[in-house]
């Protein structure tokens, strides 16, 4: 596209008029403040109020001076002498500096350090920027060519003189061929000397001792020493032994006691037994005389009295002690505190109260004190009988819990057994001809330890069979616990509701489950050890008899015959063996009798 052309040949009708390419004819901005001082800018700085900077870059390749100079800065110390008018104290004042000079755009900063009490305006002297020269050379600015150690430099009207330079300055302005000049000292301020030697020499002209509250609360906020204590009540009628902790703050010398809740102890709420307070000792009264008590204490250095007497202060507060209120001094493992006419031993304190003490006072020994415990005694309630109405369980809620609510059930186990149950032939243990011919099925169940009977049903026989005993949790002969699997044997005798029954038989699936969860008849290794042992003298009498059964035995002799030979074998033990060495097949019952005489010689 082409450029518009500087004159339309359209007339200057009204809204018609198209926009021309006009130069812009503002003016620039002359005037400024440089320092707090109303300048006048020179076109130059105008241009850019960031020039580049004038030092240069050691032949490396030509870099822009922001980047060759980023981050670093020339640093002088130096001096100016200001006059002071219409005072008789002093005539002038020599005023240290620091001047910092930016090599990537020649700036400078002027910093004066402030000092204390100096009573003029100190910082920051002069902001960062560009310093021009004094006339006649005032169209230039400083550069680092007009730095260097021994040369005096005026800002504003205002001299300085470099006195040093830090390490990196030199090495700096020697790289560019500078030679830095000989460090020299700032001379002192002369009024400044004098008031540090009035402010030295300062003594008290009267014999009165600051009290420095505000002093004593900067220092010691929240220091706080804390003690273990006891107070021994147990003398006093339904009175016991109360343990207390004790914190007594270093900011304003005041003390707090904490009671320590025990279980069961019938107290309650925050458990604060003393609010913070100056704790005042035993037997002073609450109420002094005017005058009898001061902030201040006297020690008398000569026995005269009247004006001939010398007295001086006890600064360090090393009195008779007698203040009238228990003090730090006073806190130490093994003392008794009088608490408002309660005694209370100390016995121990923390770590932050040994190392306050260690660093304060030298103590060394921190042994805490040892109390005897009383025994508690604990008392037992007889569990009553139960009244036969409902569950045991159910009914010893009622005993053991003020609020009513049903036993809980142990589900983990209802998980793990679910329906199993262990099933068990028996009979009546007794001599009557009635009962002798009823058969039972006794069923353990595995997810609560409930037991069932149920009798075999016999036509004509004159009794009706079915449920016998109904399914729930039965007690053991002792009374002490309920019947579980370990109970269970074969040929043994259990008493069920009053009634003795005998075990004749069980499953497959009850000989295994007592096997593997370790009933003592149906262990193995005992069965095997039996054997040995009861045939120690006449072992070959034992592998006869055995072998004579043959080498595939029927289950009942083999156990008929070995429960002969080994007296003390039990018929749960005499099955164990005979499970043990018998054929995978459940429905053969022969027994391998080679492998166990092999296994009895092993």
């Not at 130059?44 to 900077?53: I, L």
């Not at 009295?305 to 806190?331: K, M, V």
């Not at 009498?541 to 059964?549: D, I, R, T």
């Amino acid at each position: 596209a082409t450029k518009m052309a500087t004159s339309s040949r359209v007339p200057p009708l009204p809204l018609g008029s198209m926009t021309q390419n006009v130069k812009p004819s503002h003016k620039a901005q002359q005037l400024g403040f440089a320092n707090g001082v109303a300048v006048v800018r020179s076109a130059d700085e105008r241009v850019s109020r960031r020039q580049p900077s004038s030092a240069a870059q050691d032949g490396a390749a030509p870099q822009p001076a922001w980047l060759a100079f980023d981050r670093q800065t020339l640093c002088f110390h130096g001096y100016f002498q200001e006059a002071v008018h219409e005072k008789r104290d002093e005539h002038f004042r020599v005023r240290e500096c620091k001047i910092y000079f930016f090599p990537e755009d020649d700036t400078i900063e002027v910093i004066e350090p402030r000092k204390e009490n100096s009573g003029i305006p100190q910082g920051k002297l002069l902001r960062r920027h560009r310093v021009p020269k004094p006339a006649p050379h005032d169209d230039d600015y400083y550069r680092v060519e007009d730095l260097n150690v021994g040369n005096e430099i005026t800002f504003y009207g205002r001299t300085f003189l470099l006195c040093s330079c830090d390490p990196f300055t030199r090495d700096f302005l020697t790289k560019l061929g500078v030679v830095v000049g000989d460090e020299q000292q700032v001379p002192r301020d002369p009024y400044t000397m004098v008031r540090k030697e009035m402010k030295d020499a300062e003594i008290a002209l009267r014999p009165y001792e600051r009290q420095d509250k505000l002093r004593q609360f900067l220092d010691n906020d929240r220091k706080v020493l804390r003690f273990y204590a006891v107070w021994d009540d147990s003398t006093s009628e339904a009175g016991e032994r109360r343990y207390m902790v004790l914190h007594y703050f270093l900011a304003d010398d005041t003390i707090e006691i904490r009671e320590v809740q025990q279980t069961n102890s019938g107290r309650d709420g925050p458990g604060v037994f003393l609010k913070r307070q100056k704790l005042p000792r035993a037997g002073s009264s609450l109420v002094h005389a005017p005058g009898s008590v001061t902030s201040r204490t006297l020690l008398n250095v000569f026995a005269k009295s009247g004006l001939n007497g010398r007295s001086i202060l006890d600064s360090l507060h090393q009195g008779d002690g007698n203040t009238p209120h228990y003090t730090e001094r006073d806190l130490e493992i093994g003392n008794e505190l009088s608490v408002f006419g309660r005694n209370m031993l100390l016995c121990d304190c923390d770590e932050f109260t040994k190392k306050y003490y260690r660093s304060t006072y030298g103590v060394e020994d921190f042994t805490p004190v040892q109390l005897e415990e009383p025994e508690d005694v604990v008392i037992e309630h007889p569990v009553p009988p139960h009244t036969g109405i409902g569950s045991e369980e159910d009914s010893l809620v009622s005993v053991n819990h003020l609020i009513l609510k049903p036993p809980r059930k142990e589900f983990s186990k209802w998980f793990k057994e679910g329906s199993s149950s262990l099933q068990f032939n028996a009979r009546l243990d007794t001599t009557n001809a009635l009962d002798v011919d009823r058969n039972f099925s006794i069923a353990y169940y595995l997810a609560d330890d409930t037991v069932a009977v149920f009798e075999q049903r016999v036509r004509n026989s004159g009794i009706v069979g079915g449920k016998f005993l109904e399914r729930r949790p039965v007690k053991h002969v002792d009374g002490t616990r309920n019947i579980n699997a370990m109970d269970f044997a074969l040929n043994g005798v259990l008493e069920l509701n009053h009634f003795r029954f005998v075990i004749t038989d069980a499953s497959g699936f009850t000989l295994k489950y007592l096997e593997e969860s370790g009933h003592p008849e149906a262990q193995l290794p005992n069965c095997i050890q039996k054997c040995q042992h009861d045939n120690a003298g006449r072992m070959d009498e034992f592998k006869a008899a055995v072998l004579a059964l043959g080498e595939m035995a029927k289950m009942d002799a083999f156990e008929e015959t070995v429960r002969h030979l080994t007296p003390s074998l039990t018929a749960h033990e005499a099955r164990t063996l005979s499970r043990a060495f018998g054929q995978d097949d459940p429905k053969v019952a022969d027994v391998a009798t080679n492998d166990f005489l092999a296994q009895v010689y092993a």
